[in-house]
């Protein structure tokens, strides 16, 4: 069973930054889709970006130019680098697992297997 363990939430100003990092245990394969997705309460969740053992890295608009994800298959870690954050930003942040290749240029396209427990980030204006 794949276990997916989120840090490096926190509270910043707007124009900071902050690097996610996600941690998956247990059986993981380096060609899964890999996404960071996002979630306000009372509002529908936003996959942010994804990337899969292929080569596709894909983003939504909103973050793109701004956020970088990226994974370290050594060591079994995915992480998002969030530049020039803004308070729109302002979320808690799931790591998410997809069997099989991202097959689509939207991070919003899967409903996502296995899910991490969430790291929060604030942006404060």
């Known amino acids: 069973q794949v276990r997916l363990v989120e840090s490096g939430g926190g509270s910043v100003q707007s124009g900071g930054s902050l690097r996610l990092s996600c941690t998956a245990s247990?059986?993981?394969?380096?060609?899964?889709?890999m996404a960071w997705v996002r979630q306000v309460p009372g509002k529908a969740r936003e996959g942010v970006a994804s990337?899969?053992?292929?080569?596709?890295?894909y983003y939504a608009n909103s973050v793109k130019d701004r956020f970088t994800i990226s994974q370290d298959n050594a060591k079994h870690t995915l992480y998002l680098q969030l530049n020039s954050l803004k308070p729109e930003d302002t979320a808690m942040y799931y790591c998410?697992?997809?069997?099989?290749?991202?097959?689509?240029?939207?991070?919003?396209?899967?409903?996502?297997?296995?899910w991490g427990q969430g790291t929060q980030v604030t942006v404060s204006s």
């Open positions: 998410a697992a997809d069997p099989g290749y991202c097959y689509s240029d939207s991070p919003d396209a899967y409903e996502y297997k296995t």
């Open positions: 247990g059986v993981t394969g380096t060609s899964d889709c």
């Open positions: 990337i899969d053992g292929y080569g596709g890295i």
